[in-house]
T-cell receptor
Framework: SAVISQKPSRDICQRGTSLTIQCQVD?????MFWYRQQPGQSLTLIAT?????????ESGFVIDKFPISRPNLTFSTLTVSNMSPEDSSIYLC????????????FGSGTRLTVV | TQLLEQSPQFLSIQEGENLTVYCNSS?????LQWYRQEPGEGPVLLVT?????EVKKLKRLTFQFGDARKDSSLHITAAQPGDTGLYLC??????????????FGKGTLLTVNP
């Protein structure tokens, strides 16, 4: 299974600023996924990052707020723009394990606090 | 509307006790996955069940997928403090969606006291 390096692991940011989260995978993967895990809530899919094309966003998430880059098959970034305290969450990236195993590997997450 | 209802939300038990966590939905899933998450880490896959009625065992953990592929359960026998963590169920392909998209339950925070 792939190994994901996600950073930063945590950050405290001022409202109105932006934070870019990076995920590096040790193997090439076609699809990468970005999730948000709010306190006391389940993981919610933000978007699917595809190499060579724009990310596909889920209902309630827009590109202006969460721009995503996918420059190659091993790397992706998620930016949380113009942050407010409501954006305080854990953000996670994930990739499929293999085509025969339906599970996913997750990064260790970025705990974001907006003050 | 929560697509996957997971219960209980919190569970605190003594070492050696048994427990069951439930994951229920009105939707059919192509597969259902169980993850365990520890503080400061991402979820780690425990098992994937694909066939209705399927039962999988992982040491002291037993996972079952309902016949109609709408629900699942996780049973832990003789729980140990090392089992402490957040257990998450996640369904793939619900409501006719892509099999790549996961819908997560809210999770069960399990604490096993020595």
């Amino acid at each position: 299974s792939a190994v994901i390096s996600q950073k930063p692991s945590r950050d405290i940011c001022q409202r109105g600023t932006s934070l870019t989260i990076q995920c590096q995978v040790d193997s090439q993967v076609t699809m990468m996924f970005w999730y948000r895990q709010q306190p006391g809530q389940s993981l919610t899919l933000i978007a699917t990052a595809n190499q060579g094309s724009e990310a596909t966003y889920e209902s309630g998430f827009v590109i202006d707020k969460f721009p995503i880059s996918r420059p190659n098959l091993t790397f992706s970034t998620l930016t949380v723009s113009n942050m407010s305290p409501e954006d305080s969450s854990i953000y996670l990236c994930s990739v499929p394990k293999t085509q025969t195993d339906y599970g996913y590997t997750f990064g260790s997450g970025t705990r974001l606090t907006v003050v | 509307t929560q697509l996957l209802e997971q219960s209980p939300q919190f569970l605190s038990i003594q070492e050696g006790e048994n427990l069951t966590v439930y994951c229920n939905s009105s939707s059919v899933f192509s597969s259902l996955q169980w993850y365990r998450q520890e503080p400061g880490e991402g979820p780690v896959l425990l098992v994937t069940v694909v066939t209705g009625g399927e039962v999988k065992k992982l040491k002291r953990l037993t996972f079952q997928f309902g016949d109609a592929r709408k629900d699942s359960s996780l049973h832990i026998t003789a729980a140990q403090p090392g089992d402490t963590g957040l257990y998450l169920c996640a369904g793939a392909g619900g409501r006719g969606g892509s099999n790549y998209k996961l819908t997560f339950g809210k999770g069960t925070l399990l604490t096993v006291n020595p």
